[in-house]
């Protein structure tokens, strides 16, 4: 496994980190602990999770994801000093006015329950989920810098925010002498580049801020299994993968086609191995749903693109250039 020091923190990181939102309802408790050991075994020593995973889903209350998180580290006797533990407050967790958001009283609740299912006392990595309009950003740094100066979090960091969100944050943290924003979490994958790349990227880039892209496979479509004319495979995100067969889509998949024939790889490794390519990217996080996909994953390990390569997936993907996918 190679690591990466994750921003300014010191912390080394696997350069993939296993993401969990799929457990628990994409895939069972068992399997889910299948692919955590296999994870950790494989050298992987960061894990990325939230407290809502997976509320979406109807009878799924949230907080399972943790759970499951909580009790392989228990059950398999994972010392803890060999585990990064990244998980995200901001979803709404119950009923009451105080159940969601980034206000103190709610980040303070969220932080006991998330160390409960974790069965840890302390986690690595906080994350704030989104941002919310509706609590000052002073309010949500100073529950973090406690929480920090509590020993209860290490490091925090920030997750879908925009440029200018992400700059207010960090001035503040900076002006008032408390915890800032270490990681940036960001959808970005090959097919929707503009979010990140149009203006987040220079801010990760000149603040330091380590990058932990999600969705790297946008969900599964660039592993190559949605293909025109083939049935639908077994996932529950079938729907939405058959919904990016487009034709600027079609275009990329044939190129990853090509390229991973040449490098004896998959179209996944390809996939991947673009995003590690790129400096600013510290860790991307994949959710693999067995061990037979975490091992194809963890393969673009090995996938190094040429200068040459990189550019032409560019270019095929160029959001200045080419319509929104
Ligand atoms: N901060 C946020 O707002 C946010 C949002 C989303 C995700 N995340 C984090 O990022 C992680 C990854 O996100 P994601 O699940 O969207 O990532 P992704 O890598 O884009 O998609 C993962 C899905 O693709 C399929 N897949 C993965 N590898 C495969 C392979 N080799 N062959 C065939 N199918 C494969 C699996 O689904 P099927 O087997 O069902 O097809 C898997 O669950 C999450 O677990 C979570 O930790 C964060």
Redesign the pocket.
């Known amino acids: 496994m190679e690591f990466v020091r994750l921003g300014t923190t010191g912390l080394q990181v696997s350069r993939i980190c296993m993401?969990?939102?799929?457990f628990g309802w994409?895939i069972d408790e068992s399997d889910s602990l299948k692919v955590l050991n296999a994870a950790f075994e494989a050298g992987i020593n960061i894990f990325?999770?939230?407290d809502v995973?997976s509320n979406w889903v109807p009878g799924n209350p949230g907080g399972v994801a943790e759970t499951i998180l909580g009790k392989w580290m228990k059950n398999y006797h994972i010392p803890r000093d060999r585990v990064v533990i990244a998980t995200?407050v901001r979803g709404k967790m119950g009923e009451g006015a105080n159940d969601q958001g980034l206000g103190r009283v709610h980040i303070f609740q969220a932080v006991e329950a998330s160390l409960a299912r974790l069965k840890t006392d302390f986690i690595d990595l906080y994350?704030a989920?989104?941002p919310d309009e509706n609590t000052p950003i002073e309010e949500t740094i100073q529950a973090f810098d406690d929480l920090v100066r509590d020993g209860k979090v290490r490091f925090v960091g920030a997750?879908?925010y925009n440029a200018s969100q992400l700059i207010e944050a960090l001035l503040k943290s900076d002006e008032n002498k408390k915890v800032r924003f270490e990681t940036l979490?960001p959808?970005y994958?090959l097919l929707q580049r503009e979010e990140f790349e149009a203006e987040l990227k220079q801010v990760c880039l000149k603040m330091g801020l380590a990058v932990l892209p999600?969705?790297?496979?946008?969900?599964?479509f660039?592993?190559g299994?949605y293909r025109v004319g083939k049935p639908l495979?077994k996932?529950?995100?079938?729907e939405s993968?058959a919904r990016y067969l487009t034709d600027p889509n079609i275009t990329v998949l044939d190129k990853l086609d090509e390229m991973s024939k040449s490098h004896n790889s998959?179209v996944?490794q390809i996939a991947l191995a673009w995003l590690l390519a790129d400096p600013v990217v510290a860790s991307p996080?994949?959710?693999?749903?067995?061990v037979?996909?975490?091992n194809?994953?963890l393969g673009c390990l090995a996938v190094h693109l040429t200068t040459q390569e990189i550019n032409i997936l560019n270019d095929l993907t160029n959001w200045k250039t080419v319509n929104a996918m």
């Open positions: 993401g969990t939102m799929q994409s990325d999770t939230a995973y995200k994350q989920h989104s997750s879908n979490q959808k994958n999600y969705s790297p496979l946008r969900g599964g660039l592993t299994k495979p996932s529950t995100r079938a993968g998959t996944a996080i994949i959710g693999a749903t067995s037979v996909q975490l194809e994953n």
